[in-house]
């Protein structure tokens, strides 16, 4: 069992930043390797970040390169993406997500879900 609670989405500006977490219980948090995977309205699911168990590697979709960043907080059980110069093609439902395989899935298959948060930017 994992479950996993999000906060901080909402809806912003072009250029604004957003800071979304996922508080992640009923596994040990360190040894799942998180993802954020986000589905903007009619389109398919899309990955957008991933950090392994260690926190040591994380990966990029490039589509977000360079603005956003997955970090993770096992001390707090918590993962965050940090959302720097939104754009309105950011739009979209955004989920924690989380893998206790071992493996750090580098799309959208991961193993656990949250309930998703909405994100709007408008131009």
């Known amino acids: 069992q994992v479950r996993l609670v999000e906060s901080g989405g909402g809806s912003v500006q072009a250029g604004e930043s957003v800071r979304l977490s996922c508080v992640v219980s009923g596994r040990t948090f360190s040894r799942l390797a998180m993802g954020w995977i986000r589905q903007a309205p009619g389109k398919e699911r899309e990955w957008v970040a991933a950090i392994g168990w260690s926190g040591e590697k994380a990966y990029y979709a490039d589509s977000v390169k360079g603005r956003f960043t997955i970090s993770r907080d096992n001390a707090r059980d918590t993962v965050y993406l940090q959302m720097n110069s939104l754009r309105p093609e950011d739009t979209a439902i955004y989920y924690c997500?989380?893998?206790?395989?071992?493996?750090?899935?580098?799309?959208?298959?991961?193993?656990?879900w949250g309930q998703g948060t909405q994100v709007t930017v408008s131009s």
């Open positions: 997500a989380a893998e206790a395989s071992g493996g750090m899935p580098i799309g959208p298959e991961y193993e656990f």
